[in-house]
């Protein structure tokens, strides 16, 4: 017997039959400490054991905590007795092995059915069982064929698995890797990997999908040909919440091409990095899936930079290899956020790494249509046709989450409407109309005016400016549709407080389009570019949400003019980009949606000559102070409001408010009583128009005639 012979014994914490072992001693060889040190082993390194057979197996090589025990008896586990095929008692050699346990990458496990009829491992659950059995083998640390977890539950379901080869091999053992050791599944029944990079068409996507498809088809040809081959192995998928993009995710990762690797925000920099690597050795597919990449890189994460540097390195390692044999590897990375310009950094916007994007856009009628079919809604067969073509047409501006919502809340007024669900009974159009209520489009959820409710009844008056207001809007039908194009934007102008904001809100509302208004200095931002970031963002979400209205408020602000002092609204450098951001936003309309511009300012001259330009602000509306009948219309709605009590005479009370702004006559009737009410309240009920009358006279007019002078030389100057 020679110094490396040893007798085999079993462990002694090895216990047969023991229920959800650790396995952290599994690949371990105990050897007595003095033969250890006299042996050349070190420490948790590799060593060999071979019997008189032609095989040889590695375990890690490990000093016995008994002392006691003689100095030529090793211990071993049962998963290594069983696998190396040693009996006890049996002699065998163990020699040091070549160096430290190398890394685990991929750790190919078997699912393992007890019952003949029990089903294999669906493809849904695949991921969720890979990240489990990761964290046992963690838990392991030394990874070798011939592990088995038995009986392990997870949500409910309980399932087998065995280790069936680690990093290709049998015969070897390495040592759990975070980031770098992945699990697969050899069960083809439970993987069925192998199959086509193809997306079906999903509703409400078909050209992003076809594109999407495009960019797959290049992963298995040679680049012989090509111009400029597209070498990225990256893509991002982008667009506002609730398009799609989690849902394409996972129907790239249901093509079952490779092994899915989902990148989350807990991941380190030297993860991602591991788990390219791991991806690019591998001889099969792998899809790096990175869902919302900004909780990875967003300008708010710690270690921000070092993220970037990672994933770019890794998208250029990919790129490197495709070069290199002329062909893609087959390493698929696709990523997903909400704006590709404003979240991806330049970085990796580069050439080689995530050059490529798709913008997933809310749906259209038809897409909406589409998606609303894709859920199959129980209305009777006889109106379904009917009340999905109408529910599509309501819901511009609804992303398909905001649809699959509106049908879930129709479902609830159906079941609490009819008590005990009965598939006999129909979804109705009122069950539909109590989901629409409750569910407002995603693209509304954070601007700050609500859709307005202002009708042209509420306000008096202005037949003039209503009648041109609604002209614009109007679409022509017959020859005379395509014979003509409606204007972009109106600008109203006029004194203040002349229900210039009303109108617009009433614009809105009688034109069923969504309502999107800011106050031109809520848009100013000291910080360079934000401005501009803050209007193009403004006119982006107009544009999902089309057809809609944006309303400027106090557009002077924001769109002075470049001549005058200060160089524009914004004051120096940053009001000229801000106005030039502005002015291309409205150049680019007619290739992009239904988004109409009205803006309105109290001080037209201070706006920039290029505003007027055809093409813009096509329309200039004045919008005076309030005529005759305009002003009973607020005195009217006002004493209604307030229930005034009897004998007040609205046309009085409007011939002596001559000169007085709208805003101003809603004033009079709010404080008019307030102020009375101190010294006599029956005197002020018993004479209520004594009481308005003095309010009156007591309210001075803010817009004087210099100022009306001034708009009527403004509007003649500017038509000669």
């Not at 040091?96 to 991929?106: E, I, K, L």
């Not at 529910?391 to 609490?416: E, I, N």
């Not at 008096?460 to 003509?484: C, H, I, N, W």
Request: aromatic share 8%; hydrophobic share 35%; net charge negative.
């Amino acid at each position: 017997m020679g110094k490396d012979d040893f007798k085999i014994r079993l462990q002694p914490q090895d216990v047969a039959g023991q229920k959800n072992p650790n396995y952290k001693n599994a690949a371990k060889i105990f050897i007595h400490p003095t033969t250890f040190a006299q042996g050349g082993f070190t420490t948790a390194y590799l060593c060999n054991i071979e019997t008189d057979g032609p095989f040889r197996w590695e375990a890690v090589a490990w000093p016995a905590p008994d002392k006691n025990v003689a100095n030529n008896i090793i211990s071993v586990s049962r998963i290594l007795q069983k696998k190396a095929g040693l009996e006890l008692g049996q002699m065998a050699r163990v020699t040091p092995g070549n160096g430290p346990v190398p890394d685990a990458g991929v750790v190919l496990m078997k699912e393992i059915l007890t019952d003949a009829d029990a089903a294999p491992l669906p493809p849904s659950e695949q991921t969720r069982w890979q990240y489990h059995l990761e964290s046992r083998l963690e838990v392991a640390e030394y990874i070798m064929a011939g592990i088995s977890f038995d009986e392990i539950v997870l949500n409910g379901s309980r399932r087998s698995f065995v280790v069936t080869s680690v990093n290709g091999r049998t015969d070897n053992v390495a040592k759990y890797a975070p980031g770098s050791t992945v699990v697969e599944f050899s069960d083809d029944e439970t993987t069925k990997t192998g199959g086509k990079l193809k997306v079906d068409r999903l509703p409400g996507m078909s050209r992003q999908i076809d594109e999407l498809n495009e960019f797959f088809d290049d992963f298995d040809v040679q680049f012989e040909g090509y111009t400029t081959p597209t070498y990225s192995c990256g893509i991002v998928v982008h667009g506002s919440h609730g398009t799609g993009k989690s849902m394409v995710l996972d129907h790239i990762s249901a093509t079952n091409w490779g092994r899915v690797v989902r990148l989350s925000y807990n991941d380190r920099p030297s993860t991602v990095q591991a788990c390219f690597n791991t991806a690019l050795e591998q001889r099969s597919p792998t899809i790096i899936l990175i869902d919302d990449i900004t909780k990875l890189i967003g300008k708010d994460q710690t270690g921000r930079q070092v993220m970037i540097e990672a994933i770019g390195e890794g998208l250029d390692d990919l790129t490197d290899k495709a070069r290199q044999q002329n062909m893609r590897p087959h390493v698929l990375v696709v990523a997903t956020c909400l704006d590709y310009l404003n979240d991806i950094p330049y970085a990796l916007q580069r050439p080689g790494r995530f050059e490529e994007h798709i913008a997933l856009p809310i749906p259209d009628v038809i897409g909406r249509k589409e998606i609303i079919r894709f859920h199959k809604p129980t209305f009777s067969a006889d109106v379904f046709d009917q009340y999905v073509s109408d529910l599509g047409d309501r819901t511009h501006a609804y992303t398909g989450a905001d649809l699959r919502k509106v049908l879930y809340r129709a479902t609830k007024a159906w079941r609490k409407r009819v008590g005990k669900p009965s598939s006999a009974v129909p979804l109705t159009w009122e069950d539909v109309t109590k989901g629409l209520h409750e569910v407002r489009p995603t693209a509304m959820h954070d601007i700050n005016l609500k859709p307005p409710t202002v009708r042209w009844s509420d306000i008096g008056g202005y037949e003039d400016v209503k009648v041109a207001l609604q002209r614009v809007l109007r679409k022509p039908t017959g020859p005379r549709a395509k014979m003509s194009k409606p204007p972009k934007g109106v600008l109203l102008y006029g004194p203040p407080g002349c229900s210039k904001t009303m109108t617009a809100q009433a614009m809105a509302t009688e034109s069923d389009f969504n309502f999107f208004a800011v106050k031109g200095g809520e848009l100013l931002n000291m910080y360079v570019g934000e401005t501009e970031r803050s209007i193009r963002n403004l006119f982006k979400r107009a544009r999902e949400a089309s057809p809609s209205i944006i309303f400027f408020d106090e557009f002077d602000s924001i769109a002075g003019s470049r001549s005058g002092p200060g160089g524009g609204g914004g004051g120096g450098g940053s009001g000229v980009q801000a106005l030039t951001t502005l002015l291309t936003e409205m150049d680019g309309f007619e290739r992009i949606g239904e988004v109409f511009v009205l803006a309105a300012t109290n001080k037209p001259e201070l706006l920039d000559s290029a505003l007027r330009r055809p093409g813009r602000f096509d329309e200039l509306i004045y919008v005076p102070l309030p005529d005759a009948g305009a002003r009973e219309a607020i005195f009217a709605a006002k004493a209604r409001e307030l229930q005034f009590p009897d004998g007040v005479d609205v046309a009085e009370l409007a011939r002596h408010a001559e000169g007085y702004s709208g805003a101003e006559v809603a004033r009079i009737c709010d404080k008019a009583f307030w102020d009375a009410g101190d010294d006599d309240d029956d005197a002020a009920l018993a004479a209520p128009m004594e009481v308005l009358l003095a309010a009156i006279r007591k309210t001075p007019k803010l817009v004087t005639q210099d100022m009306l002078d001034h708009y009527r030389e403004w509007q003649q100057r500017f038509r000669s």
